[in-house]
């Protein structure tokens, strides 16, 4: 037997290697577990102290803040100052990057925290000028509400004096990466109520609808005649049902005018002389975007499918209680953190100093409640959907444009867009008496330049008129919208959170001109009602439907419509009051309000659900939320009654079909006939309207329901006929959309139809707008949150929209959903999409979702032992010795 003298060496080797390879192991066990240590340090480093005791510079007294299981802060103090400088520390405690996100939005400097891929949104939005038409606003506000402004302003930068860069938030922790000089600036009152000027943007109405229009027209009128191309619109955009959907005031009630100095609706109004039209410019974003305009839309909200809101009121005669109930779920684009923030503000003796005590839903950044109650009446809002923007063609030569035969100067300033890690970009912004020439910053904008295309004494106007031409110069789009006027909605919501009557509710309304919302009300003494508000323009010769020619004065906008003579609807016979962006009034009305309303499916599904639930009882509150969650799909009725004459080819198919006749057209998330019967609507419209040679926009799934309705009485309407995708007339156009929507299914769920659902197809994924559309997987897994499963669908009550023809997934949503009970405040309850906290990971980033996507909603404890009872954790403000 031999040895192997290299086996002691090997042996040794061996023993010295396993000790270096569990020395390396421990070493990358330690690392690993210290990089843990410091991630979790970083991201909890920036959670706020709600507990215990915090000393600070600028309180006059103490202040104390609960909160309770989901983070939700009640706020009480002894002075409205305290109270609004407490809700600005809040705020930057829970939110401040949103803030500070939102802000640079609004005063178009995105780029200088995000680099040049934001450049063109800046632009964009400098050309708008929101920043700048918000200090205007401040400068006018009263002393009392810019004290509440500045007590807030305080409040969220003695936050920041002991907090900077992560500490504040995760995100500025990843920001510092790519842009390691950005610096947190000081807030400031304009960085409030810039704000709002983003929420209008947001509530829009019909610009992208006249955009859509004008462009069209182009394109059609190449090959028909103006009146071809204008029927050819009107189909495509039809009139409101009127026959068929209720309006929001069927009769207007006759209440005592408010007593002002000045009429809110025309104090404000600017004339040629003094056209206070203020620039700006775009937003950008980081996921791709088709066009600035959709950057912008990324960033401050969309305005697709979804937006709009649902609000309703009964009056006590209908109810349980004996008392009003009032709900509310305005629908806006998703987004995390939730747009609105819920808390409470009480003063500690309610007096003439310090006159609040109420709660509801806020905007991160702005001080007070949006909407909500206080101890005396409730209110909600929906959008007016009335057309307060309208585009004008404009004939620019050089530096001046044509107005009525003779040319005038435009008014022109410079701007510089800082863009960080890049160069300094300068901006010429050009404004026309009407407002920003925004053509040559959007493509559509600028196609509508190209386009010769006006609405003009009643007609279309398709070829440039002799007169137009004999101007010299080129085309140009500006942009005429209410919200680029210098308003009063700032100080709106102080006189909202502390109206004690109906009265109180109309002078607060008086004052909410931007953006133009339904206001619908109820008080303790069992009072309901409707006000509508805003900055309504008076048109001269147009109707804003289409763009109309700049350089004729006759088109201007001759002033606004006064306040008094806005509808208004004050304890109506019917007993209840039905706001879901639906007509407000009929066409007999003494003043135009807008071509472009939602088309009232969702108001009529939910004046049917309350009279049919007071015919079989007394109201409750959990009938109103039942009503909330509402499922039905209009247009998936309509399809399933039709599909039973269609013989569609293949087992599948047939089966799909058949799923459809025992279904109850509701759009619940379990719900396999719902998958399809959205999947079904969806190839059905794309084939009528988008699969073409020249295809026709088909943006609005409501005025869709309307068109297509109207095919579907006319089976030899030519748009049945589609010769790109070889299909002629209404039953073969609906078997191959069958068909198409069952190979579609089968490759999303498979072919078992009995597996099919509508909540997956249809889920959320909650993305952070910023760092959550970063195209880089491992930041975006930081921020963002889902998917989560969900029913409902566009133009639905529970209105989750998608995007037609670019996915199920669910865009837009009720952002928040309230029931308040006027018989007991603490009977109330609330809800919204994500939960209190902007910082990832924390317990309350996303802790409502879940609820919210099932459509369930917590108790609102509102009365001093409710909040008491409710709290988890006080914090006390106290005045820095």
């Not at 842009?179 to 509530?203: C, F, G, H, T």
């Not at 408010?258 to 950008?284: H, K, P, R």
């Not at 969650?629 to 569609?648: Q, S, Y």
Request: with cysteine; proline share 5%.
């Amino acid at each position: 037997m031999t040895t192997d003298s290299a086996d002691p060496v090997r042996r040794h080797l061996g023993a010295k290697i396993g000790r270096i390879a569990f020395i390396v192991v421990a070493a990358l066990v330690v690392v690993a577990v210290a990089a843990a240590f410091f991630v979790v340090w970083t991201i909890q480093r920036s959670f706020p102290q709600t507990a215990g005791e915090l000393e600070l510079d600028g309180l006059q007294s103490q202040v104390t803040v609960q909160r309770d299981v989901l983070g939700v802060p009640t706020i009480t103090a002894d002075s409205s100052h305290d109270l609004f400088y407490a809700e600005g520390f809040v705020h930057a405690q829970d939110r401040f990057f949103e803030m500070d996100f939102r802000r640079h939005v609004t005063s178009g400097r995105v780029a200088e925290m995000f680099g040049e891929s934001q450049a063109g949104t800046d632009m964009f939005l400098r050309t708008l000028g929101w920043r700048d038409v918000a200090e205007q606003e401040v400068e006018a506000l009263d002393d009392t509400s810019l004290a509440y402004y500045q007590a807030y302003a305080d409040g969220v930068n003695a936050y920041l004096a002991s907090h900077d860069g992560a500490q504040v938030s995760l995100e500025y922790a990843v920001l510092g990466i790519q842009n390691p000089d950005y610096e947190i600036e000081p807030w400031e009152p304009a960085d409030s109520v810039a704000w709002l000027k983003a929420m209008a943007w947001d509530l829009r109405s019909n610009v992208e609808n006249e955009t859509e229009r004008a462009i069209l027209a182009a394109q059609v009128g190449e090959s028909s005649a103006p009146d071809d191309t204008l029927a050819l619109l009107e189909q495509l955009y039809p009139a409101y049902p009127f026959d068929d959907n209720p309006v929001i005031v069927p009769k207007i009630s006759t209440v005592p005018a408010l007593e002002t100095e000045t009429d809110a609706a025309t104090a404000s109004f600017t004339t040629d002389d003094d056209a206070g039209i203020q620039n700006a410019v775009t937003t950008v974003e980081w996921a791709e975007a088709d066009s600035v305009i959709e950057a912008a839309s990324m960033l401050v909200g969309d305005v697709g499918e979804g937006i709009g809101s649902n609000s309703w009121v009964v009056s006590g005669e209908l109810t349980e209680s004996g008392m009003p109930l009032l709900a509310n779920d305005p629908h806006l684009g998703a987004a995390l953190p939730s747009v609105w923030y819920e808390v409470q503000l009480r003063c500690s003796t309610v007096s003439d100093e310090c006159p609040f005590n109420v709660g509801g839903f806020s905007f991160s950044g702005l001080p007070g409640v949006v909407i909500g109650h206080n101890g005396q009446v409730a209110w909600g809002f929906t959008n007016l959907t009335t057309d307060v923007a309208d585009l004008y063609i404009e004939k620019v030569d050089g530096d001046s444009y044509w107005r009525d035969g003779a040319l005038v100067p435009l008014d022109v300033r410079e701007e510089t867009v800082k863009v960080a890690g890049g160069e300094d970009i300068d901006l010429t912004i050009r404004s026309t008496a009407h407002g920003p020439i925004i053509s040559g910053l959007t493509d559509d904008f600028t196609a509508i330049a190209d386009g010769d295309v006006w609405a003009q004494d009643d007609a279309l106007v398709q070829e440039p008129t002799d007169a137009a031409e004999a101007m010299s110069g080129e085309y140009a789009v500006s942009l005429r919208w209410t919200a680029l006027d210098p308003g009063k909605t700032a100080s709106a919501i102080f006189a909202l959170n502390v109206a004690q009557n109906f009265e109180d509710f109309r002078y607060a309304a008086s004052l909410f001109d931007v953006p133009a919302q339904n206001l619908i009300y109820a008080d303790v003494e069992g009072n309901i009602g409707y006000q509508a508000p805003g900055r309504l323009p008076i048109r001269g010769a147009g109707d804003g439907w289409l763009p109309q020619p700049g350089w004729d004065s006759a088109y201007d906008w001759t002033g606004y419509i006064p306040f008094e003579e806005l509808p208004v609807s004050y304890n109506p016979a019917s007993g209840y009051i039905v706001t879901a962006n639906n007509a407000i009034v009929t066409d007999d009305y003494e003043y135009f309000l807008s071509r472009d309303w939602a088309y009232g499916y969702r108001a009529a599904r939910i004046a049917y659900l309350i009279e049919r639930k007071a015919a079989a009882g007394p109201i409750t509150p959990q009938d109103m939320r039942d009503i909330q969650n509402d499922n039905e799909m209009w247009i998936g009725k309509k399809l399933a009654t039709v599909m039973g004459d269609v013989d569609v080819s293949g087992k599948g198919p047939k089966e799909a079909v058949e799923l459809l006749r025992t279904w109850d057209a509701q759009n619940n998330a379990d719900s396999a006939a719902a998958a399809y019967a959205n999947v079904l609507w969806s190839n059905l419209a794309l084939n009528l309207f988008a699969n073409r040679d020249e295809p026709l926009p088909y943006g609005s799934q409501g005025r869709m329901f309307t068109v297509v309705d109207g095919l579907l009485d006319d089976p030899a309407d030519p748009l049945w006929t589609n010769e790109t995708i070889d299909v002629s007339g209404m039953d073969e156009m609906l078997a191959l959309s069958a068909e198409q929507a069952y190979d579609e299914l089968v490759g999303l769920q498979g072919d078992v139809t009995a597996r099919w659902n509508w909540g997956s197809l249809h889920a959320i994924t909650l993305t952070s707008d910023t760092l959550g559309s970063s195209g880089i997987a491992p930041i975006e897994a930081l921020f963002n949150r889902g998917p989560y499963p969900v029913g409902g669908g566009a133009s639905v009550v529970n209105a989750t929209g998608w995007k037609l023809g670019e996915s199920y997934e669910t865009t837009t949503v009720p952002s928040m959903r309230m029931v308040i009970a006027l018989a007991d405040f603490d009977d109330s309850s609330w809800n919204h999409l994500t939960g209190a906290s902007g910082h990832a990971f924390h317990p309350h980033y996303v802790d409502q979702t879940e609820n919210w996507a099932v459509g369930t909603q917590t108790q609102w404890a509102f009365t001093p032992d409710a909040v008491d009872e409710a709290t988890v954790d006080t914090l006390v403000l106290t005045p820095k010795s």
